[in-house]
């Protein structure tokens, strides 16, 4: 069994210990934003908004995108 000893290490090593910060904070910056996007879009009766944030999934980019130039102003007054 001595032989073997290699077949049995830790799939787990330095570099993805390492990132795993960086994975934890671009899932919860997605789910945040996503979240956000897609409360807007059903608002506003945006259908097709809707489906584009709810299928694609981009890293938050498309939510920004929709956030920043695509959902409309309220009027409320």
């Known amino acids: 069994m001595h ?3 290699t077949l049995y290490s830790s799939p787990v ?6 990132l795993t910060p960086l994975i934890i904070v671009a899932a ?3 789910i ?3 979240g ?3 409360w807007h879009a059903a608002r ?3 259908k097709w908004w809707f489906i584009a944030l709810l299928v694609l ?3 938050g980019i498309l939510p920004l995108i929709y956030l920043i130039w695509f959902r ?3 009027q409320e007054g």
Do not use: C, H
Not at 13 to 18: C, D, I, Q, S, V
């Open 3 to 5: 032989y073997f000893s």
């Open 36 to 38: 956000f996007a897609l």
């Open 57 to 59: 999934n981009t890293v």
């Open 13 to 18: 090593g330095p570099t993805f210990l390492a």
């Open 28 to 30: 919860i910056w997605t």
């Open 72 to 74: 409309p102003t309220s």
């Open 44 to 46: 506003n009766e945006q």
């Open 32 to 34: 945040v934003l996503k």
